[in-house]
């Protein structure tokens, strides 16, 4: 089993989206580790932690920092998902990882390290209703997908090497405050808050017919500190997060656009749509469940609504 509460827990990327509301829920959680050390190559603002600037391609460097910092587990969310080139995804997403299981496997009492990979290496999938599994074929060819691939499979051979502790997660449609612009539903309000000021006339879109499982980052980080500290069972297993249910992209648009408080108008662009643009994709969460129990608690109507709040306090609206 693993323990009620580690001494000290590691995050890597912990200045981004999901780091920053992984260290939130780690300093609320009853079983909160007494220490945690957020390491990026930049400098966060969660007082909570102790924040440790660090290249994660510097394998020299990361190996000092697991030494120092001496954790009992290791959340590994650093990563890119859009680079101008082959070699930044390799190194950002397969070397970085590398040399934190090394550093790691390295130490006198190697920690549990939980690698955080993404619904996208799995790839387009067939049929119109798509319940997806961990069993489901790695069919990713995206340079995201690919490299996201190779980080999750060199981390489980440690674990089947009896190297390490390991266990993935493959987290689907993310959504929820701080959300980057770039991705659905933020890409939509941030369009709308643009309308509101007068900034721009219309919303575009994309292929607004699809369905897709979205689970806030709220939940999502309960999940990994669900798995990073669940029994010894765990280990070596991959786990999606996900809700288990679609949510149509029109309705997440209708909720976007309803902020507004008055009409606005859409318009489809054509450089938005995909060729093949599968109708409905959802995770299958049974496994997480039965190893953990968790459950996601925030409906997406209100993952959104808290979405506009936190839009509206930048004072960007």
């Not at 693993?2 to 000290?8: H, K």
């Not at 990979?117 to 209703?129: C, F, K, M, P, R």
Request: aromatic share 6%; with cysteine.
């Amino acid at each position: 089993m693993s323990p009620e509460r580690y001494e000290t827990v590691v995050v890597t990327g912990a200045a981004g989206f999901v780091g920053g509301h992984l260290l939130a829920h780690l300093a609320e959680a009853p079983n909160a580790p007494a220490r945690v050390v957020a390491v990026d190559i930049r400098q966060g603002t969660s007082e909570a932690a102790e924040w440790a600037a660090c290249n994660l391609a510097d394998a020299a460097r990361v190996g000092a920092l697991m030494k120092q910092a001496a954790p009992q587990a290791v959340i590994h969310l650093a990563g890119v998902a859009l680079a101008p080139d082959l070699e930044t995804y390799f190194t950002a997403n397969v070397q970085a990882a590398a040399n934190v299981l090394a550093a790691a496997a390295a130490m006198a009492r190697p920690p549990r390290v939980l690698i955080v990979g993404s619904a996208a290496q799995y790839g387009v999938t067939t049929g119109e209703y798509e319940v997806v599994d961990e069993a489901r074929p790695l069919l990713g060819r995206t340079a995201y997908a690919v490299t996201k691939t190779l980080q999750e499979r060199w981390a489980l051979t440690y674990a089947e090497m009896k190297l390490l502790p390991v266990i993935g997660v493959r987290p689907f449609n993310l959504m929820g405050p701080g959300q980057p612009e770039t991705l659905v539903p933020a890409a939509f309000l941030r369009q709308v808050a643009d309308v509101v000021a007068g900034k721009r006339r219309e919303v575009c879109v994309g292929n607004t017919a699809t369905s897709r499982d979205f689970t806030d980052v709220r939940d999502v980080v309960a999940a990994m500190w669900s798995l990073a500290t669940a029994a010894e069972g765990a280990t070596g297993q991959v786990f999606n997060i996900a809700s288990g249910r679609p949510v149509r992209i029109q309705e997440m648009l209708e909720g976007c656009v309803a902020f507004a408080g008055r009409e606005v108008p859409i318009r489809q662009d054509p450089a938005r749509l995909r060729v093949n643009d599968v109708p409905t994709i959802v995770g299958d969460p049974a496994r997480l469940r039965r190893a953990t129990g968790w459950q996601p608690r925030i409906p997406w109507r209100q993952s959104l609504e808290d979405m506009w709040n936190a839009l509206r306090g930048t004072g960007k609206v």
